[in-house]
């Protein structure tokens, strides 16, 4: 069974920086898309980035510049660097995998909170 567990959330302060892990229960080189997404109170879940197997990333232009997405395939573990934090970061991130190029993900963490104060 394929398990993603996050972590690395909490509160801080605006302006400071978070890393967020995802760690994979399978090789996540099998895994063809990685993928963050987050969702706000009283909000939808909305994609912030992702990453193919072969290391190509995607970002929401909103997020460009401040978040970094990567993938450790030695460790089976997902990352996202948020930067430069701001309160309306303030989200529930959550990390998915899909096996298909091109498919509804296949997987979902059951996420990690990040409060960021003003």
């Given at each position: 069974q394929v398990q993603l567990v996050e972590s690395g959330g909490g509160l801080v302060q605006a302006g400071g920086?978070?890393?967020?892990?995802c760690?994979?229960?399978v090789s996540i080189f099998r895994f063809n898309v990685m993928a963050w997404y987050r969702q706000?109170?009283?909000?939808?879940?909305?994609?912030v980035?992702?990453?193919?197997?072969?290391g190509s990333t995607y970002y929401v232009d909103s997020l460009k510049g401040r978040f970094t997405i990567s993938r450790d395939n030695a460790k089976d573990t997902l990352y996202l660097q948020?930067?430069?934090?701001?309160?309306?970061?303030?989200?529930?991130?959550?990390c998915a995998a899909r096996w298909a190029e091109y498919s509804d993900?296949?997987?979902?963490?059951?996420?990690?909170q990040v409060v960021v104060s003003s």
């Open positions: 920086s978070l890393r967020l892990s760690a994979a229960s706000a109170p009283g909000k939808e879940r909305e994609l980035a992702t990453i193919s197997s072969g948020l930067n430069s934090l701001k309160p309306e970061d303030t989200a529930m991130y959550y993900y296949d997987y979902w963490g059951q996420g990690t």
